[in-house]
């Protein structure tokens, strides 16, 4: 429970109630939002009021904001009035945008960078620049409420440190700090692990909507994953919880880069594929698996069997962790969403054995939607936190009236 | 968030929140209260005569109090004011408490049992009788939150089917609605995990006080689990989160008794004990776990190999826990607290090679603190929620004065 409340910290607590709905649920009527938040017409019109007046919503007529179809004035998130630049830090590229409230992007430039083994400085060097550049593309009057990165690897919330990311050869590299230095302008700099931000955008805006308890599990080179509780990502104790690509399920299996042997990321991993599949690619090359994804829906006798086999070891770890968190649903991405549709069965079929049926009987699983973008639409949401909590952070503009 | 407040409801949030503090810390002087809730001396006096007028606190003078040592006035919860009725159906006893606020038990009868295969229904007769001797017992004007039961099994939270508790014999019993019906008087009956209350209840009163993050696993026969998120118990989607017994370490390991293979009960439950002890006991004894770890203390050449073998279980299990939750705290319950002693320094070398080193660094195990009585604590805890979250439940006492 919160501390007691003052009448003045229930109006900052009902004007982020509103900007959050408006920014998750897009263009409403007065009176969707009245029967959502339970708030009267004369509470949503000075909310709405103060909100446009640092420019954080717009309100109007429906034809002005281009729907039509609309019967009353509706409100909407102005993503031009408080925005997020993030960034994504991949295996085979780095991608920068400007985020707007809404969830909507403003602006985005992926770059392809060394497959492997980036160097750490040289790495901060080429985002910098492409932070740089979206910088330049930020409407005027647009408020940043920070920058949000993502990585692939374990990261320490508090200060941002790396603590590994083994498919960039990173360890123990302060890119928070190195971040914020570099930036200089006290620009708040949050770094993530992907997976984490994948959950957060899912949940937010892809497969996930209104879903309480959450499961997500991604993989490419490793495997990554991310908890919903009662309706709120799980960071943990300093920022690093959803690591259940190192979860042991197999005792006889191969070494993990983690050090540890058996990890579920080496049992179902992108690279366990290939392995299973006899690919003669080491690592990880997504068209390989691409491939093998292909060759196994056309019944190919290795790739059908690698894949079933990969099958059965998600399942099994699912099964776990579905007894463990008791989620309505479970989210696959990376390529796991890809190959959902060839193991759904041999999943299901582990589930029925391994899973209490009063969590059995509720639990869903489904590809993920967002694709490319969920790190970075994830990274705006961690920065916008900010503003969605504290609208009141950005100014009063001039030129719209009201007290400054 | 919660939704829009007015002034009434922050009224009704502040008595809560006062409730439930004095409920957790016992005893405390008004300015104790002010500075760990922010509220003013006048506010704390009006809450504090709102919840005295309804006989939910106790407030006078210390001497009077029986602590004299302290320096202002103080104010702690009544235990005879308001209480839960609560039991724990164990595998070899039953145990039926009266608890009231600040955790007191004011009366508690625990009688052995049919050590297996308990007859559902007459487990219900036999626990109706202890419950109607225990009304028996409750003080004049104490207000009965509700009754909570633990069960050892897996159990839907909605209408406390308890789908699964082996050890019991019982599969899909309406053990809730059947005490609702016999009990007869719209009492709330709570029904939940025996594991999930011992979470609740270390964490409230033992082992986890304080602790935002922790996971609780706890072995006699089975192992059950329990985890607590931002300071708030895991119930899941449908109140069987915690499952950790069932998670697979194990693909080559033993069938157990929920119908898979290798579940992480197999190895480190009771009976994996003595079953690596080469025990002659068929099953689950608590006294054979008990002469084991004697026996491994000592040094005995089959119980010590016997112990470190289910130690490194744990810790290989636990790591993949730590991983996904990143807790600051592992609570050990039932024989693997005992146990703890013995297995520590194996546990932690399980532990520094599977866990990210973010997570390693803030974990800290330990075993458990409250014995026998956790599943009724955490039962209390459960029926006291609802006047812990809203004291005007429970009406003014016409003798004390004030509006009725």
New interface residues.
């Given amino acids: 429970?919160s501390?007691?409340?003052s009448?003045e910290s229930?109006r900052r607590?009902?004007l982020?109630?509103l900007l959050?709905h408006l920014h998750h649920s897009g263009a409403l009527s007065r009176s969707e939002i009245g029967g959502a938040?339970?708030?009267t017409r004369s509470?949503i019109g000075e909310l709405v009021a103060d909100l446009g007046g640092r420019g954080l919503v717009l309100a109007g007529d429906p034809a002005r904001l281009g729907s039509p179809g609309r019967p009353s004035l509706v409100v909407r998130p102005n993503p031009e009035g408080a925005a997020a630049i993030t960034a994504d830090i991949a295996v085979n590229s780095l991608a920068v945008a400007v985020v707007g409230l809404g969830g909507q992007i403003l602006h985005l430039a992926r770059v392809a960078h060394r497959p492997r083994r980036l160097a750490f400085e040289q790495t901060v060097e080429d985002i910098l620049k492409l932070i740089k550049s979206a910088q330049a593309s930020i409407p005027a009057g647009c408020w940043i409420a920070g920058l949000g990165i993502g990585v692939p690897g374990?990261?320490?919330r508090a200060d941002g440190?790396v603590?590994?990311a083994p498919n960039l050869g990173w360890r123990d590299v302060p890119l928070g700090r190195l971040v914020a230095d570099r930036i200089g302008s006290g620009l708040p700099v949050l770094i993530a692990n992907e997976a984490d931000l994948g959950t957060v955008a899912e949940h937010t805006w892809g497969a996930g909507v209104g879903v309480?308890?959450l499961i997500y599990v991604a993989s490419d080179v490793g495997v990554g994953?991310g908890?919903v509780?009662?309706g709120?990502p799980?960071?943990?104790?300093?920022?690093?919880?959803?690591?259940?690509g190192?979860?042991?399920?197999?005792?006889?299996g191969v070494h993990c880069r983690?050090?540890?042997i058996g990890c579920w990321e080496t049992e179902i991993g992108g690279p366990a594929l290939l392995r299973r599949a006899g690919s003669a690619e080491k690592g990880y090359q997504p068209e390989a698996v691409a491939r093998v994804l292909r060759d196994a829906a056309w019944g190919d006798p290795v790739a059908l069997p690698a894949v079933e086999e990969v099958g059965r070891w998600l399942g099994?770890?699912l099964?776990?962790?579905v007894?463990?968190?008791?989620?309505?649903r479970v989210v696959l991405g990376g390529y796991l969403g890809d190959m959902w549709p060839l193991v759904e069965r041999i999943v299901q079929a582990e589930l029925r054995?391994?899973?209490?049926?009063?969590?059995l009987?509720?639990?869903e699983i489904k590809p993920a939607q967002l694709g490319a973008e969920a790190t970075l639409l994830g990274a705006a949401e961690l920065a916008l936190t900010r503003v969605l909590d504290e609208p009141t952070l950005v100014p009063v503009r001039a030129a719209e009236g009201g007290p400054a």
Wanted: net charge negative.
């Fill in positions: 429970m501390p007691v409340a009448p229930v607590h009902n982020s109630l959050r938040l339970g708030m509470t374990v990261v320490r440190l603590h590994f309480d308890h994953g908890l509780i009662d709120h799980l960071v943990g104790a300093t920022g690093c919880a959803g690591e259940v190192h979860v042991q399920v197999n005792p006889m983690c050090g540890a099994a770890g099964g776990g962790l007894n463990a968190f008791n989620p309505q054995v391994r899973v209490m049926a009063p969590a009987e509720v639990v």
